[in-house]
């Protein structure tokens, strides 16, 4: 009897939890179950296009934005820029000119031994729950030392810095892979590091997303016989450290959520839980912040987010920060080789149009070669928008009505990243037939971005180019000049254009050592004013950086990678 | 008979899948970049450039290479059953494609099944009175259905059901962003959230895939229409029907023997539209923010991620060839003329 009422009561919950299934299954496919509202309870809500791909900074994907994102919000640094202005669309602009502790509460730069000591904060806990120590310091510089990650990017950070011993040799000479006193511990909470020769950059350095700093207990605990730097771990799961937040739940190509790191040292973040979700058409990210599905948009299309600007509950902010674009001319290709070619060029760019139909405004024109916002940066003399000056110099150099260009068609096959189609594809457009006005023969090659890559950076032999990919990691013009225009043989990083002015190149031997502020300035002026009298670059315009976000939504800031700080976010009251 | 048919089968799809990893592994190199330069874009030493290529292998001779692809190298290969790292994200790539295999197939699944349960009675409909309203509806139906790209589909629905009318979830993903996902265990979304006994995260799941698979079966319903249309009308005017109808069946048992006559070369396609989806939802998977395979595919594609290419192209072939053994099995179930 038991049984059977057991039995029927058995019986009357399946058809319960059935009769739930089928009216669930019948409301979804009829569409009658639509979101949920949006609230403010559940976390903060990001749209992007695409969620971090790895998370370690020595990674196989560090170079990417959105793994930026994803490793700035769960490390933390030594020191980084104290706050400065907010400006008139609402965001927080860090002051270049002033540092503020981090994971290092105070620090001394003794300039004779060319010695930086960090008194390490000792009420910062990682995710992990370990506390912060000089061995984790040590740890990742160690670790940076070693380039045992797919892209020493640590290493590159602290060579960029001067720190002593972090130099080409480490990819010849395996012993040199180890750290030695450079970087060494005084006692528990105190480190040094030591420069091998005077260098401005190290505490910008320090600021940037390549050295921040591991819980060393906590990745050692994932190190394995094969991976002994935990790389692995780091990139694949999380990298430990004392930032604001601790990696929740990370599904790669679909989202990343991030849970408040309940020990962190300024105080628990403001907004709990951060849900990164990727929606990869930006369309579709328009759409869903339209329908006030989402907190926070980004990468939105200019043509989008003018379009979001008067949307009730809806807030555009924007930063005119270090995204810029300019025009690529390879001087190891004929005829960019002639100055007066690319001057010409310059000249035929429509800057005015590319502002209005390409940015829909949100952009100034350009003629520096480093971002203005940066110390040091200086104005150029680069003409654009002189379509009568263009075919004048044009003539000058032989080619009037630019014939006898015809001989370098490859030449002009103007390549941009297709996967930015939505944005450089107008302008390359708007760009072509200005050229083609002129008699210039250029046509349009949109390349994926690793073609793009690999041929602007390793083989250096893309002939012509709109580029809107640069942003120097580190704020210091100087450093911008040694990436782009000094030659390799004087230090030059990634001179893509194959740019060489034995005039600059010496003034970079005399600025990279200068300690004297008011002094390098000059110098590093000098410097970016030689590489637009030769037009290294054409510059064409610095355009704003932009999130979407509901009004609900304060608190945002800046910084030079461009990855939002979830931490500074909260919701209005 | 089907047994010799499966056991043949199988081993020519071996043969198969070995040409095609020896194809694939080479055919990727001929590709016009050097995935190394990906890697150090913010540092591109010529020191660091190297120490990237040696990372990834690259600096090694081509066989050598292909030797460690294989599996015949120090590390494990492909004879072991692992498909490498991927150079984008450093995760092991049978593990990428095992998250993201799953959504695909229930995408396509759901999609070919609601092609399939539209298409036979429009069809039948259809086939009934050649040349009446209703089939010259299906014609134009098959022919514009065909003929429109998955996204704009895909697109128009989102901004009708969506945006509109505020019927349908965002195009999200395969649940609502705040809610918790259930433990994976087949990594098909309504089958976990099933298991776990989360009707509601169930009902979740189901609100997302309907507009997709909404999209792939409007795209696939229009090939299936007009084949299973053309193969009932040509079995409808074969003997042995016109024996059945004249034998005085009923007009749906007549109706039952020519699907069944009709039923082979349809099975076939829908074997066929299956295997091209794998690969080909790519532009739907992206509108409704899936993270399926194709998309998969095309991030290895466009970052020249060589093991995620090689494990994707082999992984697509293998499901498609294992599609087209059972919709083979099925053929020969029904028509065992198939088998010989």
Sequence with gaps: MRIARLGAAGLRFGLRRARLSVAAVSCALLLGCGSPPLTNADGLLVLTDETPTGLDYDGPSAAIPQSQTGIVNLMEPLIDYAPGAVNDSGVRIPDFTRFEGRLAERWDFDAARGVLRLHLRRDAVSCAGNPLTAADVVYTFARAKSVSGAAPIGWFLANAGGVADFDGDVFTDPAARTLGDEVRAIDRHTVEIRQGQPNPLLLPVLTTFGLLIFDSVEMRARATEDDPWSHDYANNAAPPSFGPYCVERWVRSSELVLRANPHYYRGAAPIARIVIKRVPQSANRYMIMRMRQAHVAERLTPREVAAIEDVDGLAVRSVQGNESLFLHMNFATPPFDDPLVRRAIAAAIPTRQIIRNGYFGAAVPWTGVAPSSYPGAASGAVTTDDPARAAALLAQAGYPGGRGLERYPDAFRLAYVAEREAVLGPIAASLQTALRRLGVPATLDPIPSAQFGDRQLVKKDLPFALNDQEKPVVVDAGYAAQLFFVSASAGGVNNMVNYANPALDALWARARGETDRVRRTALIQDIQRLASADVAWAPIVEYRTHWVGDAQVQGWSWRPDNALRFYDLRFAP | ?340
């Excluded at chain 2, 090939?223 to 005085?248: E, Q, T, W």
């Excluded at chain 2, 109706?255 to 074997?271: D, E």
Aim: hydrophobic share 60%; glycine share 10%; with cysteine.
């Design chain 2, 1 to 340: 008979m089907i047994a010799r048919l499966v056991l043949r089968r199988i081993a020519i799809g071996a043969m198969q899948m070995a040409a095609l990893a020896a194809l694939v592994f080479f055919v990727i190199r001929l590709m016009p970049a050097d995935p190394a330069a990906r890697f150090v874009g913010l540092g591109a030493s010529p020191e660091a450039y190297a120490a990237a290529r040696a990372t990834l292998g690259l600096d090694k001779p081509l066989l050598a290479q292909f030797a460690d692809f294989l599996g015949f190298g120090a590390a494990r290969g492909l004879i072991d059953g692992d498909l490498g790292r991927s150079w984008v994200s450093g995760e092991s790539v049978a593990r990428e494609i095992a998250a993201a295999l799953p959504i695909t197939l229930e995408l396509v699944a759901c999609g070919v099944a609601l092609a399939v349960l539209a298409a036979f009675p429009i069809a039948l409909l259809s086939a009934r009175r050649p040349g009446g309203g209703a089939d010259r509806a299906v014609l134009i139906y098959g022919l514009f259905a065909g003929s429109q790209p998955e996204f704009v589909w895909a697109l128009g629905l989102v901004f009708v059901f969506f945006a509109q009318l505020g019927l349908a979830p965002g195009p999200l993903g395969r649940l609502s962003p705040f809610a918790e996902p259930p433990e994976p265990v087949t990594g098909f979304m309504t089958i976990d959230t099933l298991l776990a006994g989360r009707f509601e995260a169930f009902s979740d799941a189901v609100a997302h895939l309907a507009l997709p698979a909404a999209t792939l079966a409007i795209v696939l319903s229009g090939p299936i229409i007009k084949m299973l249309r053309d193969s009932l009308g040509r079995a409808l005017k074969s003997d042995h029907v016109l024996f059945a109808r004249a034998s005085g069946l009923s007009e749906n048992r007549v109706s039952a023997i020519a699907l069944k006559s009709a039923l082979a070369p349809t099975l076939a396609l829908i074997g066929i539209l299956f295997g091209f989806m794998l690969g080909g939802a790519v532009l739907v998977e992206s509108v409704f923010a899936l993270g399926g395979l194709g998309q998969y595919a095309v991030r290895s594609v466009l970052a020249f991620d060589y093991p995620a290419i090689q494990g994707v192209v082999l992984t697509i072939a293998a499901v498609s060839l294992l599609v087209y053994l059972i919709t083979d099995a099925a053929q020969a179930l029904i028509d065992p003329r198939v088998a010989t």
